[in-house]
C-alpha cells in the first residue's frame, strides 16, 4: 500500500473582519439553549453601548368634573444599558498536533484532496462551539464566577449575569440542598415571590433550572403518581414552562418571562474577527494561531420581575 505523507498544506490562512465575522460571532454568543428559548431579547450592532427603557406611571387617573387642568401623578422611565464586553479565543498549535486531526478527516483520494478547507471549518467549529459554551455559562453566574464554567480571566470589563442580577426576590440564598423530597415545595416558594404584576401573566413566566433540578422534580411528580417513567410530558409548573439549562448551578432556580432578559451582541466593527494563520509563511515556527473576538453583555431588564432561590 502506498504511504500518503502528511499534508504539506493543510491550514488555509483565512481572516474574517467586521461584517465578514457576522456569523462566526453570532454562534459564539447566540448558539446557546438560554438564547434560543423563544422570548429572549436578542440586541445587535450595538457600538458603544445600548439602552432598553421602561416607563412606569403612578396615580395618573383622576375623577371629577375636570373643569380646569390640574397635574397628577408622575411618570417615571427606568433603563438597563447593555455595554458590550470583549470576550477571545487565542490558541497555537504545533503542526505535530495535528496529525490526528488530519487522520480524521481524510477521505477520498488524498493524493488530489486539498484538506484545508475541511480543517479550517473544523477548527472554526472548536472556537465557536466553546466560545458558545463559555458564554453561556456567563450569562448564568457572570464572567467572574466559575461555578459550572471556567472563570474567565483578564476581564478588563464585566458581565453580571442572571444569579448577580436579581436582588429583591432572592430566596434561601444559603444552605439549600435541593432534592426529590423537596423540590415541588421550593418550586411553590419561588412561584410565590414573584410580584403580582408578573403572577397575572402566569402563561408567559417561565422556570429556569439545570438538569440535576429537573430530575429531582420528574421523580417527585412520579412519586405522587402523576406521571411515570415511561412518560416524557413538557416540564411544566401549572403551566408554566420548565427551561433546562445545563450551566445553572446546582442547588439555585430562577424564574422571570423570557423576555425579561437581554442578550446584546457587539457591533461588527474592525475588532469582531475570526483568524486562522499558517505562522510558517511568516515566523517560519512550525505551528498554526487561531482567533476570535467578539463583543457580547446580558442583563435582566425589570430586575424586580424576577426570582431566584439557592446559592447566591
Excluded at 480524521?104 to 472548536?126: C, E, K, W, Y
Excluded at 440564598?173 to 423540590?183: E, F, H, L, M, R
Aim: a negative charge; one cysteine or more; proline letters at 3%.
Amino acid at each position: 500500500m502506498k504511504r500518503i505523507e502528511f499534508a504539506t498544506t493543510m491550514v488555509e490562512s483565512q481572516s474574517y473582519v467586521g461584517e465578514q465575522a457576522l456569523e462566526y460571532i453570532l454562534a459564539c454568543f447566540l448558539k446557546n439553549k438560554t438564547a434560543d428559548v423563544p422570548g429572549v431579547r436578542i440586541v445587535t450592532d450595538i457600538v458603544k453601548s445600548a439602552f432598553i427603557a421602561k416607563l412606569a406611571g403612578t396615580d395618573l387617573v383622576g375623577c371629577g368634573d375636570n373643569c380646569t387642568f390640574t397635574p397628577s401623578g408622575t411618570l417615571t422611565a427606568t433603563e438597563v444599558e447593555l455595554a458590550p464586553c470583549t470576550m477571545y479565543i487565542n490558541i497555537e498549535l504545533c503542526y505535530n498536533d495535528l496529525v490526528g486531526i488530519w487522520n480524521g478527516l481524510q477521505s477520498g483520494n488524498l493524493n488530489t484532496q486539498n484538506l484545508g478547507t475541511d480543517f479550517n471549518r473544523a477548527i472554526l467549529g472548536v472556537l465557536t462551539g466553546t466560545m458558545a459554551e463559555s458564554f453561556e455559562n456567563v450569562i448564568w453566574n457572570g464572567s467572574t464566577t466559575a461555578a459550572t464554567g471556567k472563570t474567565l480571566t483578564g476581564c478588563t470589563c464585566a458581565v453580571a449575569g442572571v444569579d448577580a442580577g436579581i436582588t429583591t426576590h432572592k430566596l434561601h440564598v444559603t444552605g439549600v440542598t435541593i432534592t426529590k423530597a423537596n423540590v415541588v415545595g421550593y418550586v411553590d416558594e419561588l412561584m410565590a415571590s414573584l410580584p403580582v404584576c408578573v403572577l397575572e401573566n402566569m402563561e408567559t413566566v417561565n422556570i429556569w433550572v439545570n438538569p440535576k433540578t429537573a430530575l429531582f422534580y420528574k421523580q417527585a411528580l412520579m412519586a405522587l403518581g402523576l406521571n411515570t417513567p415511561n412518560d416524557s410530558p413538557l416540564l411544566t409548573y401549572d403551566g408554566v414552562k420548565i427551561n433546562v439549562i445545563g450551566k445553572i448551578k446546582d442547588n439555585a432556580m430562577y424564574a422571570f418571562n423570557p423576555d425579561n432578559l437581554a442578550i446584546g451582541v457587539g457591533a461588527m466593527d474592525n475588532f469582531s474577527s475570526v483568524s486562522i494563520l499558517d505562522m510558517r509563511a511568516h515566523t517560519l515556527d512550525n505551528t498554526i494561531r487561531a482567533a476570535i473576538q467578539g463583543k457580547v453583555d446580558v442583563k435582566l431588564i425589570y430586575e424586580a420581575e424576577a426570582a431566584k432561590l439557592g446559592t447566591a
